[in-house]
């Protein structure tokens, strides 16, 4: 494969410039702190509700995965299939497959399901999480409707050496462990992160499928994993920098059987590689950017009980050059091109394809002199195979109203190109589905914000009302071969409101903090697939119509309590709407102590999960646990340079 040759060669000349960098150090004048951050997201997002999840949220789930970061701390839904298990997003009542999962700006949802499990993310990986609403498909390409997840690896250079190791044991023979080490130069950073993760997950529910409601123990949900993130950044000098990153992950999960089965024989194991690399000129007037990486991901899944032995392996091959520079000072210029190239191989499949996929893009921001209003205009054409998918543009726009209250506002199309499983899937046409068409439709959303401090205190009220259409909505139906299939069958109408407040109080060691999030969502189909079809203008399923969150944090001195309440409402389990799970409320506490010794940190925690006993279910017949409980130890320590 050209393309896989072309982003290795990229690499290596990425670690050469390294070596140089390295040797060079006489020729550079000192350098202060250097932020490494992901931009296009932040300069050219007008009129999108985003919100950020910083590092020291982040910290408290570092012995957790994305979903248990996302669930509780953020307004997406999270779909969990239990403990243990595969868990997915969804944004304004969207599938899984409409949210795109950016890490430093790459994509990497798997193009056979053309969605990723958020399960499998650990969130010691992450420093920043930055959620993205509504479609921004101009912005980054297919699968962008529902909402963006963008994961981001910051640093600062001249930090020293800084090490932390964390231990933790918990219910259910949970066992981790994570040790970060990092080497932080005035020019050269090179960090290191691994993981080990165990757990039998063998905790006791209320089985509701079964006649009285017996209490029972989870069987098969042992789990296993383990995984590394090495990066390097390098300043080449006042201009250029490079990085690299290799993310290594292996996984391995019994998948426990529902309330309806007596046993489970399943086992999937998920293996895959990262590789990433990206150099920056920053010049007087122009900014450049090339960016490459490739991803190895290998699935083997086995079901003994029915003879079930299936193994997938796809590679995705990804170059990206981009631009950025101003006409005036009161504007600024982002264009680009990108290029994917994708392929699978598995026996389920009629043959092995391909696709690679060339996407031109480009932005035009413009701002008043005092910069309080700004307004985006955003374009992108993508090219499949030489044919050209839907275009896609977006505009959006922000400013003050008053002095404390700003307008947003954002209009955008987007689009889905269906995955290789929807194309070639067993069962199907010789040559697959070719006749399948993307997904696409608008989306639009209007929001207030209102940001006041007040002495010691600080509040932010935010309320967005928000509305969506997807045509060609891919379903997977039965066809005249007794197979199933997918076709191009609904037109859903998603609509709604979302409100948010944070409420702080900082008083010289002491801070609290309050905040509440609240979703409300309608979305349903607006078309009939046959005539008797009993989903015209019902509730999707899995979608609740309400959830929200609320929570307090209370810090003095070393010491931190948290305690936060998350509400889900009623979820339809069938597309007619007659059968549907039940609301359920969890109530989560974490108390930790910080104790500083010299250079160095101690941090204690506990975390209560479920602490009210709550019986619940996020997808139908699927186990979650009742109470539990983590407890562990950080140690960080840092040398500073001298």
């Known amino acids: 494969m050209n393309l896989l040759k072309v982003i290795l060669f990229f690499y290596l000349i990425s670690i050469l410039i390294t070596g140089f960098a390295q040797t060079r150090t006489d020729s550079v004048k000192q350098l202060g702190i250097i932020e490494i951050s992901a931009s296009r997201s932040i300069a050219f997002s007008s009129g999108n509700k985003s919100e950020t999840i910083d590092s020291t949220i982040i910290n408290r789930y570092s012995t957790n995965n994305l979903a248990d970061l996302l669930a509780n701390e953020s307004q997406v839904f999270i779909k969990s299939y239990g403990l243990g298990s595969s868990a997915t997003s969804s944004f304004r009542g969207a599938g899984a497959s409409h949210t795109a999962v950016l890490w430093n700006g790459f994509n990497i949802q798997n193009p056979m399901l053309a969605q990723l499990d958020i399960s499998l993310v650990p969130a010691n990986f992450l420093n920043e999480v930055k959620l993205q609403y509504g479609g921004s498909g101009a912005l980054w390409g297919t699968g962008a409707v529902g909402g963006t997840i963008l994961l981001n690896n910051q640093t600062q250079y001249n930090k020293g050496i800084t090490v932390s190791a964390t231990t933790s044991f918990g219910s259910f023979s949970d066992q981790q462990q994570q040790v970060n080490i ?72 019994n998948i426990s059987p529902s309330m309806t089965q007596v046993i489970s024989r399943s086992n999937q194991k998920d293996k895959f590689y990262r590789l990433t690399s990206e150099w920056q000129r920053t010049g007087e007037k122009v900014k450049l950017f090339a960016r490459a990486a490739y991803f190895d991901e290998y699935l083997y899944f086995v079901d003994s009980a029915i003879n079930e032995d299936s193994k997938s392996r796809s590679k995705v091959a990804i170059m990206e050059v981009e631009g950025r520079f101003s006409v005036s000072k009161y504007d600024l210029v982002n264009v680009g091109i990108n290029n994917t190239y994708s392929e699978a191989k598995t026996a389920d499949y009629i043959y092995s394809p391909y696709q690679n996929r060339i996407g031109i893009f480009a932005s035009y921001k413009i701002h008043n002199k005092k910069d309080t209003w700004s307004s985006v205009i955003s374009a992108r054409q993508e090219f499949v195979k030489g044919t050209a998918v839907p275009f896609t543009a977006s505009l959006g726009m922000e400013g003050q109203l008053l002095k404390s209250v700003q307008l947003k506002g954002n209009v955008s199309k987007h689009y889905r190109l269906p995955s290789f499983n929807d194309v070639y899937w067993a069962g199907q046409a010789a040559q697959g589905n070719p006749d399948l068409k993307p997904e696409s439709g608008w989306s639009e959303e209007l929001g207030l914000t209102h940001k006041y401090n007040f002495k010691k205190m600080d509040w932010e009220l935010d309320a967005t009302a928000f509305n969506r259409d997807i045509n060609n909505w891919i379903i997977w139906l039965p066809n005249q071969y007794n197979t199933w299939s997918p076709e191009n069958m609904l037109e859903v109408w998603s609509r709604g409101l979302e409100y948010k407040v944070k409420v702080g109080y900082t008083s010289n060691k002491l801070k609290i903090q309050l905040s509440g999030m609240y979703n409300y969502i309608l979305s349903t189909n607006e078309k009939q697939a046959t005539a008797n079809d009993l989903s015209f203008h019902k509730q999707l399923i899995y979608v609740p119509i309400q959830n929200g969150q609320c929570g307090i944090s209370i810090s003095f001195k070393g010491t931190t309590i948290v305690y936060t309440q998350v509400y889900t409402g009623y979820r339809y389990t069938t597309s007619d709407n007659l059968h549907f799970l039940k609301p359920y409320t969890i109530g989560n506490a974490r108390i930790e102590q910080v104790l500083k010794i010299k250079t160095s940190r101690l941090k204690i925690y506990l975390q209560l999960n479920n602490i009210w006993k709550e019986t619940y279910q996020v997808i139908a017949y699927r186990a979650m646990p009742l109470f539990n409980y983590q407890f562990g130890l950080t140690f960080y320590f840092n040398k500073q340079n001298n």
């Not at 960090?191 to 989870?218: C, V």
């Not at 069987?219 to 390097?232: A, P």
């Open 182 to 253: 990092e080497i932080s130069k005035k020019r050269f950073i090179s960090s290191i992160k691994l993981f080990n993760h165990d757990a039998k997950n063998d905790f006791s529910f209320i089985n509701t499928a079964q006649y009285g409601k017996p209490e029972q123990k989870q069987s098969h949900g042992e789990l296993k994993q383990y995984g590394i993130l090495q990066e390097n950044y390098y300043q080449i000098n006042l201009r250029q920098k490079i990085n690299t990153r290799v993310w290594y992950q292996f996984n391995d999960r």
